[in-house]
């Protein structure tokens, strides 16, 4: 029995796997974000240094047929893939059976061959017989880590009395770390955020990281102990609790943005950078979430413990300690868009003011798919950008966004994508789409007995001899007389076989005796070689049987399939609809290619390349022309381009000049989720995708710098988003991509 297998891998390159470390700080007051970029100065990055390899293994005999979704396991890989999250790569993932020697010969490898660090599996951890799991599990580990198990089992039992029926075994084989997660999508998840905070310090021990390990020692080693903080808590018991069973949703936008003005000013984040000691760990920091940050959740962390009601209180943690993002956001989620968003100081901007309070509120990590909280429907009436254009000295000089892999690039761009409608079109307009649906052939192909040459139907018993011709059988005529024993009729190929003759004989073996006067029959015939019953014949349903499927949904139509819709007469099909892109040019100094050139400016010549590249792969396209460094032009343009497409691309505007207002735009005005802003390529480092979640459809939007790639990246990339949006797998692979 052989399991299902999915491998996926990303950069190895330590450059590319390693994010800069963004310093915070925990005090009362309002959220500053300061990135130290330290990788520009060949410094030694502690927070990524080696992206954690994880193993996701499901645990189930119905998922093994294909007779049920693995929900969870790929719910795990969207968890463990964020990087607000663990951030880690996922290495492997397998479905196998439940079956002691299958699981365990999948673990045995991935800890002896691959050495992953962490493998976790979903399912197989209950009472039912075959639910084996911990039992493979003990039989490969080497030491056990009940600490983890049990933070599971506390944390399930204050989510459900059930929970005391869940038998997790957590342990160590070599460096790679095993844990045992329940089989359902909820329960699972709840298990895994219940040990995240510990993790990557787990992690760094295996691995014998010692800077970091001691970097997380001393920094506990300097943390006060949490009752001051708790004796200045006061909770209030009227706010309704976030529960684990909402999974990655947050509370309505409206409500949240409410209750965000309404205890705004009890609860900030200082987040600020000094110039110091950049190694504290991912440990340090879910260490300090228990007494600091999580309490602006509501209360100390405990495993399982849902979201507390919301907590008032005055930090009283030290100041001099940094605290990486990679890490606090395990317990509040920090991405770039809150520091995107700070144009100016949080004191100034009321935006600001919101992006800090709802630091406060995220109570439950959030995979990106779901990393915005709350309704979009009003995005698309806002007329006047609420980016601030006049802090210009207060602008970012480091990115604040991590650098990403090509690869990890390329996957996210495929997580995020959204499979499309479907519409019914004539098969003559069916040239590169992809079928939505099975075709099945209505009749027989060929629906009678047809000659494959020119020659003469005859009766294999008669053997080789004279013959006289009884007349012909011509394509598309039926014959109406038989072929009694001597006779043979004359056929063509394709034409259909006479009734009582089981042979063709080619023209090529036979000689002509005699003919008619007039030279315009043939009358006799010698026939020069033994026939076999059923040469040259091809018989009813050779080629196609009736009820065959001949194109199977997914199927990505050329001429060939286009012909075969004909063949079985199917001349209206279901397909997956094409995506719509629009592309706009950013700059203030360009011009349309007809314009005559003036001082200051140049010709736009980005636009065209991309809309040739999209029109050259058969995809519509919206021109949404030249857009000025305005953020009220761009929101402008943006509004048409969500409102009349599924993808939109624009050129420039997105690196770190004070008049690139894109990103901005992005995140304030539109609510997007930008999932990168900086890929590890050249050019294109500012490449930026962001998805925007309108009246229920997903918009993907890619801002390309000015100095891009696309004629390298651009039909791969198309190729991935076309391809995902149709339910089909991409004709072209991604390709790997390197800086030089």
Request: aromatic share 4%; charged share 20%.
């Amino acid at each position: 029995m052989h399991a299902h297998t999915h491998t996926e891998s990303s950069s190895r390159g330590a450059a590319a796997a390693r994010t800069p470390p963004h310093c915070f700080y925990v005090c009362a007051g309002t959220v500053q974000t300061e990135v130290v970029n330290m990788a520009a100065d060949g410094m030694v990055l502690t927070n990524h240094d080696h992206q954690t390899r994880v193993g996701i293994l499901t645990v189930s005999d119905s998922c093994f047929r294909n007779l049920a979704e693995d929900r969870s396991g790929v719910n795990l890989k969207d968890l463990v893939h964020d990087p607000s999250l663990l951030g880690g790569v996922i290495a492997a993932y397998k479905i196998v059976p439940d079956e002691i020697d299958e699981i365990k010969e999948t673990l045995l490898e991935w800890c002896d061959e691959q050495q992953l660090n962490l493998i976790l599996t979903t399912g197989g951890t209950g009472f039912a017989p075959r639910d084996v799991t911990p039992e493979a599990t003990r039989e490969v580990i080497e030491r056990e880590a009940p600490g983890m198990a049990l933070a599971m089992l506390m944390g399930s039992l204050n989510v459900t009395p059930l929970g005391m029926l869940s038998r997790p075994v957590c342990g160590i084989r070599g460096k790679s770390l095993i844990i045992n997660l329940p089989g359902s999508k909820k329960g699972s998840q709840e298990c895994f955020q219940f040990i995240l905070p510990a993790l990557p310090h787990a992690i760094d021990l295996l691995r014998e990281a010692t800077v970091r390990v001691k970097s997380t020692h001393a920094a506990l080693e300097q943390l006060s102990s949490p009752s001051p903080l708790l004796a200045n808590t006061h909770i209030d018991t009227n706010t309704n609790m976030h529960t684990m069973e909402r999974g990655t949703q947050c509370e309505d936008e409206e409500d949240e943005e409410e209750e965000d003005m309404r205890r705004g000013q009890h609860v900030h984040n200082h987040l600020h950078h000094q110039h110091g000691s950049s190694h504290i760990t991912a440990a340090a920091i879910a260490a300090k979430t228990s007494h600091a940050v999580v309490m602006a959740k509501g209360g100390p962390y405990l495993p399982g413990n849902t979201p507390a009601p919301p907590t008032h209180f005055t930090c009283s943690c030290s100041h001099d300690q940094q605290i990486p993002d990679s890490i606090i956001s395990r317990g509040v989620q920090v991405l770039p868009r809150d520091s995107a968003s700070l144009s100016s100081t949080p004191s100034e901007s009321p935006r600001a003011t919101q992006a800090t309070s709802r630091l406060s509120t995220a109570s439950c990590p959030t995979p990106k798919v779901q990393s915005r909280c709350g309704s979009n429907e009003n995005i698309l009436r806002a007329s006047h950008s609420a980016v601030d254009i006049s802090k210009v000295a207060r602008r970012h000089r480091m990115s604040p966004f991590p650098l990403t892999s090509m690869d990890k690039a390329f996957i996210t761009v495929l997580e995020m994508t959204p499979i499309l409608g479907i519409e019914v079109i004539n098969y003559r307009d069916g040239l590169g789409r992809v079928l939505a649906q099975d075709i099945y052939a209505k009749d027989n192909l060929p629906p009678f007995p047809a000659s494959v040459k020119d020659g003469y139907a005859v009766r294999a018993a008669d053997g080789p001899g004279d013959r006289f011709i009884m007349g012909e059988s011509q394509a598309g005529q039926q014959p109406t007389h038989t072929v009694m024993p001597g006779q043979v009729m004359r056929v063509t190929t394709g034409a259909p076989i006479p009734c009582g003759a089981d042979a063709v004989v080619q023209v090529e073996d036979t000689e002509l005796l005699r003919e008619s006067e007039d030279g315009t029959e043939e009358l006799e015939v010698r026939i020069m070689v033994q026939a076999r019953p059923g040469q040259d014949i091809r018989p009813i349903g050779h080629d196609i049987r009736r009820g065959e499927c001949v194109l199977a949904k997914g199927t990505h139509m050329g001429p060939s399939e286009i012909g075969l819709l004909a063949t079985v007469g199917v001349t209206e099909v279901s397909v997956h609809k094409f995506p719509v892109v629009a592309v706009m040019s950013t700059g203030n100094e360009l011009l349309n290619p007809e314009d005559d050139l003036h001082p200051g400016k140049i010709r736009d010549s980005n636009r065209s390349t991309l809309l040739s590249t999209i029109q050259e792969h058969g995809y519509p396209t919206i021109n949404l022309g030249i857009v000025g460094d305005n953020p009220d032009d761009l929101l402008s343009a943006l509004h048409e381009g969500i409102s009349r497409a599924d993808v939109i691309i624009t050129s420039g505007g997105v690196s770190m000049g004070e008049k690139d207002y894109l990103k901005q735009v992005l995140d304030i005005d539109l609510h997007a989720q930008i999932h990168f802003g900086r890929v590890f390529m050249k050019p294109g480092l500012p490449t930026t995708f962001a998805t925007a979640d309108i009246d229920g459809a997903r918009k993907l939007i890619f801002a390309l710098p000015g100095n891009f790639n696309f004629r390298v990246t651009g039909p791969s990339l198309l190729e991935v988003v076309a391809s995902e949006t149709e339910g089909r797998q991409p004709l072209t692979p991604a390709p790997r991509g390197s800086r030089s």
